[in-house]
């Protein structure tokens, strides 16, 4: 899609969630979203009409399809004239009741009208385009609407409110400096300017790097706390997975019985694990299967143990050891996992020393999923495997996407790049060439210069409407 099509064209969406509700809000943006809703609307008590309204005003009427005369809803209209709008352009929504058939025939109007359907995150893309916020704030929108945790939530914030966005902006206005200088004396090298002596040059290229890598020593951590850590519970049939699965969520979720084979699908639910979220599955059994739908089963739990970020192997402590328990010791041991004896209600019947020799491991977490004790032993043990800080300190401003964390790792290269020439002498060029592609990378993550794909990548997380 050209330049073009985003700033002549008005887009139309239904911003609130299917389903039944008390109002849904059907939104348009775009140079003709003024003069559609008033072909659509008719105010009831105002004389002005939607154009004169004064901007950021509400009215109250009729949406009526001017073709038959025919009343579709009776709504609220909230008139935002560009440019203070969250695009820039001229906004209107429509408060109608919030049911799906009144929503679409509304929003049905608005495209006959001459609006076209928005795509999934353009209303952000425009606010993007319009240059009201850059890329990393437009990323924060959407992992607003998706925290899970108020700690997910908050960081999400702070980069919406530019905060990530205001330190690159620094480190690039520092390299940006050091260019000109580094630049200037390319251009005028007989010149008996005033030249950064290497000396110099060194120690702020130095200091940058610092900077990107306190940055860069946020983005395990910044990750976790967005995206969420994924745990997943494997272990032979019937050591109490599916127990110890409701147990951390305080909740039945899954069916737990006494038989074997019980669970079939992977289920899995979030829980807060001190503000950050634990996306936690719930397998089937892993054992030495036969019928297909077991089999199938263990393939689903194969898949997800090769996403899990750790995995929590549990072992039945009133039992012995048996065949299935240490093919699976095996089967994680090169991997981030904790194991658990569960049962520790029972007598003990497992060995200790031999789990941990097998596995490699020095300690193991006793838990008893049905008296619900050593749970808290088990989720601090979660959050000391996968995060680097013990606690996450909120005013951090933290690294929260791969993308980000790459676009830094390359800038980092070329500053690293840029200081061994500096320290070796070489020519100006050299130096200044490295210190450009530390630039772009770090523009990249802004998107100042960042490519039609990467844009296409990050507003297709969005929602319709958003
Ligand atoms: N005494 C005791 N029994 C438990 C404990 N945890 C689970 N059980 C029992 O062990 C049996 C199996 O529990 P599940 O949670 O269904 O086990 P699972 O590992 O999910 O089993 P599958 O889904 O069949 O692989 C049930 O009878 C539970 O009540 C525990 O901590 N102590
Ligand atoms: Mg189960």
Do not use: W
Not at 59 to 81: A, F, R, S
Not at 286 to 315: C, F, G, N
Not at 448 to 458: G, H, N, R
């Amino acid at each position: 899609m050209s330049f073009k099509d985003y700033t002549n064209n008005t887009i139309s969406a239904i911003s609130t969630p299917r389903g039944e509700g008390g109002i849904g809000i059907v939104r348009m943006s775009g140079p003709s979203a003024l003069f559609i809703a008033e072909s659509i609307f008719k105010p009831r008590y105002s004389k002005n009409s939607i154009s004169q309204a004064d901007t950021h005003t509400l009215l109250y009427g009729h949406i009526i399809n001017p073709k038959n005369h025919e009343i579709l809803d009776e709504v609220l209209l909230t008139v935002m004239k560009a440019p203070r709008t969250y695009t820039k352009e001229d906004i209107v929504e429509i408060n109608c009741h919030g049911g799906s058939i009144p929503l679409s025939k509304v929003l049905e109007l608005t495209l006959e009208m001459g609006a076209r359907l928005a795509e999934p995150g353009e209303f952000t893309r425009r606010a993007f385009i319009n240059g009201r916020i850059d890329l990393t704030q437009a990323e924060a929108v959407a992992d607003i609407i998706r925290a899970k945790t108020e700690l997910s939530l908050k960081v999400s914030m702070e980069q919406l409110q530019g905060r990530l966005a205001d330190i690159i902006g620094n480190i690039r206005s520092d390299a940006l400096e050091l260019m000109t200088y580094v630049e200037a004396s390319i251009d005028f090298p007989d010149e008996d300017l005033d030249f950064l002596s290497s000396k110099e040059i060194i120690e702020r290229l130095k200091d940058i790097i610092y900077t990107l890598d306190k940055l860069l020593a946020t983005a395990n951590d910044g990750k976790f706390i967005t995206e969420g850590i994924k745990g997943v519970i494997i272990g032979r049939p019937n050591v109490g997975k599916s127990s110890l699965f409701n147990a951390l969520l305080h909740e039945n979720r899954a069916i737990v019985t006494s038989i074997p084979g019980t669970t079939r699908d992977t289920i899995e639910e979030f829980i807060n694990l001190y503000g950050v979220p634990l996306k936690l599955t719930d397998t089937a059994g892993l054992h030495h299967a036969e019928d297909t739908i077991e089999i199938e089963s263990m393939e689903r739990t194969r898949v997800q143990l090769d996403k899990a970020d750790i995995i929590l192997l549990v072992l039945d402590s009133s039992d012995s050891l048996t065949e299935d328990d240490r093919q699976l010791i095996d089967l994680v041991k090169e991997k981030k996992t904790l194991v658990i004896l569960n049962k520790s209600d029972l007598p003990r019947n497992i060995e200790k020393e031999e789990i941990k020799r097998l596995a490699g491991i020095n300690s193991l977490i006793e838990v008893s999923a049905i008296n619900e004790t050593g749970l808290d032993r088990l989720k601090s043990a979660i959050t000391g495997l996968t995060l680097h800080k013990e606690s996450v300190s909120t005013d951090t401003v933290f690294i929260t996407k791969l993308r980000h964390k790459i676009s830094l790792e390359k800038a980092r290269e070329n500053f690293e790049y840029a200081l061994q020439s500096a320290k070796d002498k070489m020519p100006p060029e050299l130096i200044s060439v490295d210190l450009r592609g530390g630039l772009r990378s770090l523009d990249e993550i802004t998107g100042k210069t960042s490519s039609a794909e990467i844009l296409d990548q990050v507003f297709s997380r969005f929602c319709i409407g958003k």
